[in-house]
């Protein structure tokens, strides 16, 4: 019976497993030659498949030909038996026909999820970039998409202006290549979201642009953040954020900010023809306690946290970060090119930093990944606490240390056991003796506003509702919407039966009005007797 997770979920493209493949250098196999990266699974329950991209480089080059015995990996220090092994190349620059076109957003994911793909996701700080020397990597991004990317790349553009929510992939560039030709213009003309959120505030105008700073850094911090969450979740394997960006702010609280407009009194005034406390007068007039409320939020944002954070959720993730500067050589001496540096070396990415020449950084970094191995095994610590592991591999041959992912987050105790889904008992006959058995039989049949669908790639206007045939009555059946972690949300899904028709059916029903655009899953749980039966369905909401 085919599995019901499916590549397009993207928890599931997390913990996705691997089945056997020759090792790279058998005899036969071209040393040079991409190995065919293995995408389904085969579950062994209650344990957990880790994937760890390898690159053993010798004079800068990468080493082909190597097999299983010659890697070590650790795990917290204690070893582990690698199971499957891959080697992956990538060629740069191919006509647009060639490239990898997804035609849904799912499709989309779904490449993504395959780590014979290269994955970048291009993210121009619109502030921190300069407002003038932001038009210096206008063309450089246009020639990384169209010179550099090869036919397994995908990439999205966004940015600091985005949300992480907006994040698409593509392999042909022709929209984002206009993103880039507007950079310029748009830095410099364009009203933001701070711009529109914080006109008419009563407070004086040098406190205004202060907020209009804050903000435009929070979200910078807050689409990164859920970028690196989004990478995260689609694969084990290596993905990559290109930060055009000269500077991640490190500032403190900015307590003086909140102390300017303590013991301020509200200022009485006419919003839409009602005279009220806290409301200023004009067609632009904004609720002074919201303002005050959001200064004191942003005043006490601590970015130097938030840098931290950034740092160690893509190390955790396995999302490395390349840093692009555009403040060429005049910048490269700074706090912020240092801090810039940093989170390249943390996440295994490369900074371009202090380079007058932004397309050789740019080649750099497609460089930098032209080819890799993937490695996996079978975790031997089944303690399911969501703690952070260490991963260190080594060349068996001469016992030095290999570049590697460093490290992942061990799934929870509710994640196993999300993704432990059983394969459905037999059905039972009249021969058959003892208590009924519950099977939800076959795969589920899926339907969108009430006509039928192949999956659940869905808008938030959509209401889903999932049929199963069963084959004995319930004693239990129990719903449940399931975020990217695995973990339930408080979201009724409505769960029945269906007596009248042979099979009975269960029927869930779930309305998506109340969700953002993301992965999730519907987890059912059907229960007789003792038997329990329990399967997870994709959805994803565009």
């Not at 009249?430 to 049949?445: F, K, N, Q, Y």
């Not at 669908?453 to 084959?471: G, K, N, W």
Request: hydrophobic fraction near 40%.
């Amino acid at each position: 019976m085919k599995h019901p997770i499916t590549r397009a979920v993207l928890l599931a493209a997390v913990l996705l497993l691997t089945r056997s493949a020759a090792p790279a250098g058998d005899a036969g196999q071209q040393p040079d030659q991409t190995t065919q990266a293995q995408q389904r699974p085969v579950f062994r329950g209650g344990t957990h498949f880790v994937r760890v991209d390898a690159y053993p480089v010798r004079d800068g080059k990468i080493v082909e030909g190597l097999t299983l015995e010659d890697f070590e990996i650790l795990e917290d220090g204690r070893p582990q038996i690698a199971d499957s092994l891959d080697f992956i190349r990538f060629d740069t620059f191919s006509p647009v026909d060639e490239r990898l076109d997804p035609h849904t957003q799912r499709e989309a994911f779904e490449l993504a999820a395959d780590p014979r793909n290269r994955v970048f996701v291009i993210f121009v700080d619109m502030v921190a970039s300069g407002r003038i020397e932001i038009h210096h990597i206008q063309d450089p991004l246009v020639a990384f998409l169209n010179r550099v990317l090869g036919p397994r790349d995908l990439f999205g553009f966004l940015t600091s202006r985005n949300h992480a929510q907006d994040l698409v992939f593509s392999g042909v560039s022709t929209t984002a290549e206009a993103q880039a030709r507007d950079l310029f213009r748009s830095a410099n003309i364009d009203k933001d979201e701070a711009d529109e959120l914080f006109t008419g505030c009563p407070l004086s105008d040098a406190t205004v642009e202060a907020m209009k700073a804050l903000y435009r850094r929070d979200m910078s911090y807050t689409t990164l953040a859920g970028v690196v969450q989004t990478l995260g979740a689609l694969r084990q394997e290596r993905k990559s954020i290109v930060l055009v960006s000269n500077a991640l702010s490190r500032a403190r609280p900015a307590t003086a900010l909140v102390e300017a407009i303590a013991g301020k009194p509200p200022r009485i005034g006419v919003t839409n023809g009602k005279l009220g406390i806290g409301n200023d007068q004009g067609p632009t007039a904004q609720n002074s306690n919201m303002c005050t409320s959001e200064l004191r939020r942003l005043a006490n944002i601590d970015f130097d946290e938030r840098y931290r954070r950034l740092v160690r959720d893509a190390r955790d993730r396995n999302v490395a970060v390349y840093p692009v500067s555009t403040a060429g050589v005049e910048g490269a001496v700074s706090r912020g090119s240092d801090d810039l540096r940093s989170l390249a070396d943390e996440t295994d990415g490369l900074a371009v930093v202090g380079s007058n020449d932004l397309g050789a950084g740019m080649r750099r970094i497609a460089e930098d990944l032209a080819a890799y191995y993937v490695l996996g095994y079978y975790t031997t610590n089944t303690r399911w606490d969501g703690g952070v592991r260490k991963i260190t591999v080594r060349d068996r041959r001469t016992g030095k240390a290999i570049r590697a992912r460093r490290q992942y987050l061990a799934p929870t105790e509710q994640e196993i056991a999300a993704l432990s889904v059983p394969r459905p008992a037999a059905v039972t006959s009249a021969a058959d003796t003892g208590p009924p058995r519950v099977t939800l039989l076959g795969e589920p049949s899926l339907y969108l506003n009430g006509q039928a669908a192949s999956s659940l790639v869905c808008s938030r206007t959509d209401r889903v509702r999932i049929e199963f045939p069963v084959t004995a009555p319930m004693d239990a059946r129990i719903a449940r919407l399931l975020d990217a972690r695995g973990q339930a949300m408080p979201i009724p899904v409505n769960v029945r039966d269906n007596e009248a028709v042979t099979p009975r059916r269960l029927i869930v029903t779930l309305s998506l009005a109340p969700l953002t655009r993301g992965s999730y899953s519907i987890e059912l749980d059907a229960a007789a007797g003792s038997a329990h039966d329990r399967r997870v369905v994709p959805l994803w909401i565009q």
